[in-house]
């Protein structure tokens, strides 16, 4: 997608770019489980990413009816979800991927 510009004055041009980082890493925890799957997915596809998405192994049902979802609509292997306990998150950190968007406590 080409860059646009969303804003103009004779002071400032405010232009968007979107720029694709490239294979990231998504690890979302327990609550709010939609709503995480939406500030953590949507995004970094929108912008042209491959996401790996590792939901909490509390919330499998819901991540699994949501991924079913963005599946219907993204092309193959542009979405792919991960389910698991940690190890599977610490694995997906650990693997050859652009960048990892987590949410979780101050302890973890």
């Given at each position: 997608m080409q860059s646009q510009i969303i804003?103009?004055?004779?002071?400032?041009?405010?232009?968007?770019?979107?720029?694709?980082?490239?294979v990231g890493g998504s690890i979302s925890p327990r609550n709010y489980p939609t709503s995480q799957f939406v500030w953590q997915v949507i995004p970094p596809?929108?912008?042209g990413n491959t996401v790996l998405y590792k939901p909490s192994n509390l919330c499998i049902r819901?991540?699994?009816?949501?991924s079913e979802l963005l599946a219907t609509c993204v092309p193959k292997d542009v979405?792919?979800?991960?389910?698991?306990?940690g190890d599977v998150g610490a694995a997906l950190v650990k693997?050859?991927?652009d960048f990892v968007v987590?949410?979780?406590s101050s302890q973890t």
């Open positions: 804003y103009e004055d004779k002071h400032a041009i405010h232009t968007l770019y979107y720029e694709p980082k490239g596809l929108l912008a819901t991540a699994k009816v949501v979405f792919i979800p991960l389910y698991g306990a693997s050859d991927i987590f949410t979780g």
